[in-house]
Nanobody, 117 residues
Framework: QVHVVESGGGLVRPGDSLTLSCAGSGGDSLDGYAVGWFRQAPGKEREGVSCLSSIDSITYTLNSVKGRFTMSRGKDKNTVYLQMNSLKVEDTAVYFC?????????WGQGTQVTVSS
């Protein structure tokens, strides 16, 4: 079992920026593994936001966030970030991180992002 932990959510206004973090905890590391950010808004299905391959190339970005959200891996290689700029009300959701490790999927508990004026 790999422990994945997200952080950085919060309440922001439209147009603001926020950076989410995802990292392995308890001795687990995400270094060298593919990681994806997903989100689920109330009453909607979970959708993929952005995915990063094991060699740190972006393999997917949701159309509605292109040009606003950027996914990257930190220098420690364990932490994966989702930089979110020009946030919109419709970005409000619980954001989840998923790591793909040797064919298994490990999800974090999610972090709430609320965009409201």
């Amino acid at each position: 079992q790999v422990h994945v932990v997200e952080s950085g959510g919060g309440l922001v206004r439209p147009g603001d920026s926020l950076t989410l973090s995802c990292a392995g905890s308890g001795g687990d590391s995400l270094d060298g593994y593919a990681v994806g950010w997903f989100r689920q808004a109330p009453g909607k299905e979970r959708e993929g936001v952005s995915c990063l391959s094991s060699i740190d190339s972006i393999t997917y970005t949701l159309n509605s966030v292109k040009g606003r959200f950027t996914m990257s891996r930190g220098k420690d290689k364990n932490t994966v970030y989702l930089q979110m700029n020009s946030l919109k009300v419709e970005d409000t959701a619980v954001y989840f991180c998923k790591a793909n490790i040797y064919g298994f999927e490990y999800w974090g508990q999610g972090t709430q992002v609320t965009v409201s004026s």
